[in-house]
């Protein structure tokens, strides 16, 4: 059994979510690998992170990372990826993850490693590795400037490459990869950007792949939604905390 898609994405936290929702929102195929141990569980409470002033729990800024990535159409599986190898009889990847049967595979076009610590899976397609600069036996990517590794159509972003720890700059590698490589697939897509209706007429320019423009009701009609969906959120986590609390 095989099934296809564009990318494969190793990591669900801060970059690897950030990279999916980029991608998929560019009509990329996504599925992502998720081993539910990222790093953001070390964190005691996320408060650096841009839009939260107050400060967010990890747990839930974990739930609306899986929500946004699922909303956009990325495909996330809770599972450990076990081996990759360079497709034989075309280009790309076959992809398997830990548990599942050896005749179970996902052929994808590009992979994008953005797992902290664990870089064993790429060895065999010959990705360079180099010890990290602090100490300690961890082995991060070789990346250039774009994101890609020495072998072609294997990306890393994030801690993977030695980005800083925080996740808003891990958020920020991983979309800035994944725009490198939507770029690369599509030289014509200008921006993942939203603007307002006749935005473009205005500045007598057709507008670029990529963009949408929205009417003004739309764009009430988006505030609404977006605003009753955070409020629906945090609700759910305060009622979630207070039953935690009871049960002690």
């Known amino acids: 059994m095989t099934d296809s898609y564009d990318i494969a994405i190793i990591g669900g936290g801060p970059a690897g979510s950030a990279a999916g929702v980029f991608l998929a929102r560019a009509d990329f195929d996504v599925l992502l690998f998720d081993h539910g141990r990222s790093a953001l569980r070390k964190c005691a409470f996320l408060e650096n992170y841009l839009g939260f002033p ?4 990890p747990t839930a800024f974990r ?9 956009v159409g990325c495909d996330r599986t809770e599972t450990t990826v076990e081996q990759i190898s360079a497709r034989v009889d075309s280009d790309g990847f076959q992809v398997r993850s830990q548990g599942e049967s050896r005749d179970k595979t996902h052929d994808v076009r590009y992979i994008l490693a953005t797992s902290w610590a664990e870089t064993e899976y790429l060895s065999p397609l010959g990705v360079e590795t180099v010890p990290e600069e602090h100490p300690g036996d961890v082995e991060v990517v070789s990346t250039n400037d774009n994101g890609q590794t020495n072998v072609d159509g294997v990306y ?20 800035r990869v994944a725009r490198s ?18 935005y473009y007429d205005r500045h007598d320019r057709a507008v670029p792949e990529g963009v949408e423009e929205i009417s003004h009701e739309e764009r009430r009609d988006r505030k ?6 955070m409020v629906e959120f945090f609700k759910k986590q305060e009622k979630l905390m207070d039953s935690r609390r009871g049960s002690r």
């Open 181 to 198: 490589i939507v770029e690369r697939e599509r030289p014509n897509f200008y921006n993942d950007w939203v603007v307002p209706a006749g």
């Open 224 to 229: 609404r939604r977006a605003a009753r969906k």
């Open 63 to 71: 739930d609306l990372l899986y929500e946004h990535t699922e909303s």
């Open 54 to 57: 107050a400060g967010i729990s």
């Open 156 to 175: 890393a972003a994030g801690r993977i490459t030695e980005t800083y720890h925080q996740a808003i700059v891990n958020a920020g590698d991983g979309a």
